[in-house]
């Protein structure tokens, strides 16, 4: 089977274009066959690689600019025209580290909702230090600050699905986040949400886990609203940050704590690497016809080659398609959701 | 070019409503509210607004898409805006 085509956004990327060359230039020894969109000048040097073509595409958004208006008004900008290509059919997949908002509401606009979708959700998978089973998906991290029930049923389907079909996950068990175990707990969308995916014999549903469970192995799918998933994952990035730093300042302290140091140095080395957000290289914008990836902000070139394999391992999954098979065969679409709420 | 019918539009937006909110076409009427009647929000408001964008070469500005609360006002822009 031939490599996807992944259309990749060459601008905006925080660290600039030459890291992001270096990025691309991984992905495209990996065999995946590239289009970037930016400033053909600067871009130039990825030409001459086998399977990678440079398309200028002279406009820009920034992360101030509001990216409803700034979509709709700037076809020629980097990520709109990668959006469009995707849903034109050159390419296969959007990658992206340029502004979240921009990259979301260019790949919404162009590659359009799963039929039955009501909110897409960002998703990116969490280490799991010291285990050997893939991290878990952790669903909402930003694409909608509020959540309502059936929009939370929706997310476990689609975690689901891409759990299995990409991290290649048996039955993923698919919990939701909340502040107890026990089915009562949490806001009313919880309670609602719990209630509906405990019957749903298509889901491996294991209930609820905490916020100390996101880096354990409580769970292969974890489940929650934008606004308390984006908090949760920067609470663990910054915790991980601190502590990470705390070590060091540590074992810079004394010598004999030098020396523990060093011979701890391989093994932290190793956890570093792991935890590292540029490890899985971004965030899946999961409920769409297309598959787009939304790179960390801050990625380096490892971040933006990872970020390309994950959009060309969905495209080779076919994970657009088994999301949607999965939602419709469930009922969980939109209209299956409402009629069950009718009938209760 | 031929001059579009109130009804042809109304059809179109019919469709593409219960297409993309799953609902039975027979809830849609002129004076349906989007948000109200349909359950629709802001991104379903864009999609249909595309939609027509596309289909009838009209141009949306944001005021003007935030300003579209039924089907009629949505039928009635493109009718006023149509290409000559």
Request: net charge negative.
């Amino acid at each position: 089977m031939p490599s996807p085509t992944v259309a990749l956004d060459g601008r905006g990327a925080e660290q600039g274009a030459d890291t992001l060359m270096i990025g691309a230039r991984a992905a495209a020894a990996d065999g995946i066959s590239l289009r970037v969109f930016g400033d053909a000048g600067a871009l130039a040097p990825l030409a001459e690689l086998g399977g990678v073509e440079v398309i200028d595409a002279p406009g820009e958004i920034a992360n101030t600019d509001e990216p409803v208006a700034a979509v709709r008004s700037r076809p020629d900008s980097s990520v709109v025209m990668a959006a469009a290509d995707v849903a034109e059919g050159p390419s296969e997949a959007l990658v992206s580290a340029g502004p979240t908002g921009a990259t979301m509401t260019a790949a919404l606009f162009a590659l359009r909702r799963t039929q039955g979708v009501r909110r897409p959700a960002l998703s990116v998978q969490l280490p799991r230090p010291g285990h050997s089973r893939p991290g878990a998906l952790f669903l909402d991290v930003g694409a909608n600050t509020e959540a309502r029930a059936g929009d939370l049923v929706q997310f476990a389907y689609l975690g689901s699905a891409f759990c299995a079909a990409v991290l290649g996950v048996e039955r993923p068990r698919v919990a939701l986040l909340s502040v107890g175990e026990e089915s009562g707990k949490g806001t009313s969308q919880i309670v609602d949400a719990h209630a509906t995916l405990g019957d749903a014999e298509e889901l491996n549903f294991t209930g609820n886990v905490e916020g100390r469970d996101l880096l354990g192995d409580a769970a292969d799918v974890i489940v929650t609203d934008g606004f308390t998933g984006n908090v949760a994952l920067k609470t663990l990035e910054g915790t991980a940050r601190t502590i990470g730093a705390a070590v060091s300042d540590a074992a810079r302290s004394n010598p004999m704590a030098a020396v523990g140091g060093l011979l701890l140095r391989p093994a932290l080395g190793g956890l570093r690497r792991e935890i590292d957000p540029d490890n899985t290289g971004g965030a899946i914008l999961l409920g769409l016809r297309g598959v787009a990836v939304v790179g960390h902000g801050s990625s380096g070139a490892e971040g933006i080659a990872n970020a390309v394999r994950l959009a060309a391992r969905a495209v080779e999954q076919r994970a657009v398609e088994r999301t949607g098979e999965l939602l419709e065969g469930a009922g969980a679409t939109r209209g299956g959701l409402r009629r069950d709420r009718n009938e209760e | 070019m031929t001059t579009l019918d109130r009804d042809q539009v109304l059809e179109k937006v019919r469709e593409h409503l219960a297409t993309e909110l799953e609902i039975d076409p027979a809830r849609i009427e002129a004076s349906t509210r989007f948000r109200e009647d349909l359950d629709a929000d802001s991104l379903d408001l864009y999609e249909l607004v595309m939609e027509l964008e596309d289909t009838y070469g009209v141009k949306m500005s944001e005021q003007e898409a935030a300003g579209i609360e039924t089907v009629s006002d949505a039928v009635e822009f493109v009718l006023a805006r149509q290409p000559a």
